[in-house]
Structures are given as C-alpha cells and as structure tokens.
C-alpha cells in the first residue's frame, strides 16, 4: 500500500489558505507525529521537503509539511503567484499558522502520539519559540537554522524602515519580491518572546542542530548561538556536517537525495526515535 499523501487546505483567521501535504504509513503503528516547516523562499514541494515527508512516513512518524499562508505560494505549489502575501509576511503569523497544522494534527490518529516539530533555515525561530510555549512538543530539530530574528545590519535596517519595504531578486526564479518593514516591526514589537536563547532555556523539548560547515547563507556559527542558549546538555545536541551547503547539497527541482542530506535526515529519524517515543513510553 505504501505511504499515503493527503492534500489539506486548512483556514487561518485571516481565512488565508494554509496547505498541507499529510503522509503517513498506514500499515505501520503511528510512532509519533512531526510538523515540517519551511524558511525564507521555500514551500512545502521545494527540493528536499516531499522527500522528508516521505522519510520521516516510511519510519513510522505522521507529518504533515507546510506551506505558511504567507510565503508567497499560491494555489499551484511550485510557484510564486502571491508576492503580495509574501511581502506582509511574519513571525507572528508563521506561528498562528503553525498552530492551526500542529492542532489539526495532533486531532488525527492516536491521541497519545508525542509531538515533534523539524525546522530548516529561518523556520528556526518558529519551531524554538513554539516549543517553548507548548509542553506538548517534545522533541524538536533544526537544519541550518538562524541564531536571530533580524540578521541585517543597523543600515540595512535604517534604509528599510525610510523606503517601507525591502527589495530584492530571487536568484531562482528572476522575480523581484519585497518584505514591509512591518516584518522588522512584529520581530522588535516581541523581541522578548523571539529571543531564541531565551527560548531554548526556556523549553523541556529534547533539540537537535545539524548545521552544514559550509552553509553561506547561515553560517555555521549561528549553530552554536542555538546550543548556547541550552542549560541542560543531554538535551541538546548540535552536529556540523562536513562539506556541504544550506541545503545540504540538494537542488529545486529535486534530483535525488545526497550523502550529507542522508546523514542530516538519519540522526533526525534517530533523535525523533530517542526522544519522541521515550516521551510515549515507547521501547
């Protein structure tokens, strides 16, 4: 029967779609559950995303991948129809529609099943902050995740806040895409609750960093901010791998999985398989 793809379109408060691809394997007992998040330009069929799903499906963990009602995807998944969403985007709102998929959820098959959460790139900030402000997610991971909110210099800074917005052009696709400064407003309006070593101190969650040594978009030294923030070692670890890139080497369109995209995917399986079942009582 293999791993069954269900396609969902729940509704935010703002009656925003927000879209998900739920797989599970139904003839395997649900391990546990796992919310997928994307970054900055990405969505939930970018590169490696299906693939995740796929894994983390064929090992036993529900999950449902999403795309943020405001990253700018419209109805055909692979394309960026919405700009204008994607330039009202936020923190904030990343995590009212990460709510609405973790609720929606943890409301499908065994109601015991432990929650956990995998977050890449700026997806980071959601899945801290998520987790130190709901005791149901037990486990979390973060693929090259950022060690801040606002990575921009005080300039950079200025300059968005005199012209409104920020602009630039999506290497991939030619398109030009902008972010209102709003974006700048809601990170500062709750730096207290966006601080992400505040955050990490601040959760029960077991969390995995993996970061690629050759990350430029997120240095890895970011990586080590995150565990810093962590006062209880065993349960955090942070993992660099070797020689590779932000996405671990793997491309849009996808064309296969890779050695690095393979270590980062095991050691999250395992680190689910240790912590998310441990918390269930599993053996």
Same mark, same amino acid.
């Given at each position: 029967?293999?791993?069954?793809?269900?396609?969902?379109?729940?509704?935010?408060?703002?009656?925003?779609?927000?879209?998900?691809?739920?797989?599970?394997?139904?003839?395997?007992?649900?391990?546990?559950?796992?919310?997928?998040?994307?970054?900055?330009?990405?969505?939930?069929?970018?590169?490696?995303?299906?693939?995740?799903?796929?894994?983390?499906?064929?090992?036993?963990?529900?999950?449902?991948?999403?795309?943020?009602?405001?990253?700018?995807?419209?109805?055909?998944?692979?394309?960026?129809?919405?700009?204008?969403?994607?330039?009202?985007?936020?923190?904030?709102?990343?995590?009212?529609?990460?709510?609405?998929?973790?609720?929606?959820?943890? %409301? @499908? #098959?065994?109601?015991? /099943?432990? +929650?956990?959460?995998?977050?890449?790139?700026?997806? =980071? $900030?959601? &899945?801290?902050?998520?987790?130190?402000?709901?005791?149901?997610?037990?486990?979390?991971?973060?693929?090259?995740?950022?060690?801040?909110?606002?990575?921009?210099?005080?300039?950079?800074?200025?300059?968005?806040?005199?012209?409104?917005?920020?602009?630039?052009?999506?290497?991939?696709?030619?398109?030009?895409?902008?972010?209102?400064?709003?974006?700048?407003?809601?990170?500062?309006?709750?730096?207290?609750?966006?601080?992400?070593?505040?955050? %990490? @101190? #601040?959760?029960?969650? /077991?969390? +995995?960093?993996?970061?690629?040594?050759?990350?430029? =978009? $997120?240095? &890895?030294?970011?990586?080590?901010?995150?565990?810093?923030?962590?006062?209880?070692?065993?349960?955090?670890?942070?993992?660099?791998?070797?020689?590779?890139?932000?996405?671990?080497?793997?491309?849009?369109?996808?064309?296969?999985?890779?050695?690095?995209?393979?270590?980062?995917?095991?050691?999250?399986?395992?680190?689910?398989?240790?912590?998310?079942?441990?918390?269930?009582?599993?053996?």
């Amino acid at each position: 029967m293999g791993i069954e793809l269900e396609e969902l379109e729940l509704r935010n408060a703002d009656d925003l779609p927000v879209r998900v691809d739920l797989r599970h394997d139904p003839e395997r007992p649900v391990r546990g559950k796992v919310v997928v998040c994307h970054g900055f330009k990405g969505f939930r069929r970018w590169g490696f995303f299906p693939w995740v799903g796929e894994q983390l499906a064929a090992a036993g963990w529900m999950n449902a991948v999403l795309d943020f009602s405001m990253n700018g995807v419209g109805s055909d998944p692979m394309q960026f129809s919405r700009l204008d969403l994607f330039e009202r985007n936020s923190y904030s709102q990343e995590l009212e529609d990460l709510d609405l998929v973790i609720a929606d959820l943890l %409301a @499908r #098959g065994p109601s015991d /099943a432990s +929650l956990g959460l995998l977050g890449h790139s700026r997806a =980071a $900030v959601d &899945v801290l902050v998520r987790a130190a402000e709901d005791a149901a997610v037990r486990a979390l991971v973060t693929w090259n995740g950022v060690g801040d909110t606002l990575r921009f210099t005080a300039r950079q800074l200025a300059q968005w806040e005199e012209d409104g917005r920020l602009e630039f052009t999506n290497a991939r696709t030619g398109q030009k895409m902008a972010m209102s400064f709003d974006f700048v407003r809601d990170a500062r309006d709750n730096a207290a609750r966006f601080d992400l070593q505040r955050a %990490a @101190r #601040g959760m029960a969650a /077991a969390h +995995l960093i993996v970061h690629a040594t050759d990350d430029m =978009a $997120v240095p &890895v030294a970011e990586s080590v901010i995150l565990q810093a923030g962590r006062e209880d070692a065993d349960r955090c670890q942070r993992v660099e791998i070797a020689s590779t890139t932000h996405t671990f080497g793997a491309v849009h369109p996808f064309a296969g999985s890779t050695a690095p995209l393979e270590q980062a995917m095991q050691l999250s399986l395992d680190w689910l398989d240790n912590h998310l079942r441990e918390e269930a009582g599993g053996e």
